[in-house]
């Protein structure tokens, strides 16, 4: 039997204060389900682990020798989750309702049974919507948003949705791992998040492998939680590398038998490698090895269609 109707599952790294600031909106906002928060460190090097521990007594903590991933350290989290659903949310995050209490009895109307996976709506540090969730990427967007300028176009898109529809939910194909609220009986069967993902697109290839056994995903819009994205990864250009890498895997994974992946990997060696040599004195020696890397990995997928 389950002891609590929802576990907490928080990755931190390097971003403690902005874990207190987390479970402290948690605790302030929440009521009327219950609940733990489980911390799951990746080696930070701020002190982190310490100042949770010494803040919160009742938090469980987990410390990790090394940063073993966003989709791992969940994994390791849900293993000692003794909720009936898991929530697995950002450190950068803050509700500003009581949203696990509106997502929770969402997932618990017996008609919402093949919704396996949901999240809140998501707002930015003005309170504006900002992405929460998505549509599957196909080689042939993955492709045009490749080129220069058009990430811009992929928001607009994705938020323009969210406004739209007047629904209290919103079915979607995935849910970002911000605010990731799962059925732990189903995260548990499906095997988890692949851990070969460092960070980003674990969340996408999961809802993915649900989809193809006819599992749901939803947004719940009552749900209102602020998200300070990318506090994680500070440097731009390391939080495009791991992207990058994650999309490759992605689609490799679902596509990579198809031509239009071998071209997915040449826009992006081309587009990285003018970085590189036309743009070089933008970056610094560290930038440009993560850009180099970067024409690798492509050149790689390109030859291999697998890592």
Do not use: W
């Not at 090394?66 to 909720?83: E, K, P, V, Y």
């Not at 749900?223 to 890498?245: D, F, Q, T, W």
């Amino acid at each position: 039997m389950d002891r609590f109707d929802v576990s907490i599952i928080i990755v931190n790294y390097n971003t403690g204060q902005l874990t207190i600031n987390c479970i402290n909106s948690i605790r302030e906002k929440t009521s009327g389900v219950s609940y733990e928060i489980i911390v799951v460190d990746n080696a930070s090097e701020d002190k982190s682990s310490q100042i949770i521990r010494a803040t919160f007594k009742d938090v469980t903590l987990i410390e990790n020798q090394s940063n073993i991933g966003f989709g791992a350290a969940n994994n390791m989290g849900a293993g000692l989750a003794a909720g009936k659903y898991l929530l697995m949310l950002n450190p950068d995050t803050i509700f500003i309702n009581n949203a696990l209490k509106v997502i929770y009895d969402f997932m618990e109307i017996p008609e919402n049974r093949n919704i396996a996976v949901c999240g809140g709506m998501l707002l930015d540090g003005d309170g504006l919507p900002t992405v929460s969730c998505g549509d599957f990427p196909s080689l042939k967007k993955m492709v045009f948003y490749s080129l220069p300028f058009t990430n811009k176009i992929f928001r607009r898109s994705e938020l323009k949705r969210l406004g739209n529809s007047q629904s209290k939910y919103l079915i979607t194909d995935f849910v970002t791992g911000a605010d990731f609220f799962i059925r732990k009986d189903i995260f548990k069967e499906e095997g988890g998040f692949d851990e070969k993902y460092l960070a980003y697109y674990e969340d996408t290839d999961l809802c993915k492998r649900l989809s193809l056994k006819g599992y749901k995903s939803a947004i719940v819009r009552e749900a209102k939680i602020i998200h300070l994205c990318g506090k994680s990864v500070a440097n731009p250009i390391k939080r495009r590398m791991i992207m990058y890498e994650s999309s490759l895997l992605f689609l490799s994974k679902f596509y990579g038998h198809r031509p239009s992946f071998k071209l997915y990997c040449v826009v992006n060696q081309i587009k990285y490698r003018v970085y590189l040599v036309l743009l070089k004195q933008r970056y610094t020696s560290e930038e440009r090895i993560m850009l180099g890397k970067m024409i690798r990995t492509s050149a790689n997928y390109r030859r291999e269609g697998r890592p």
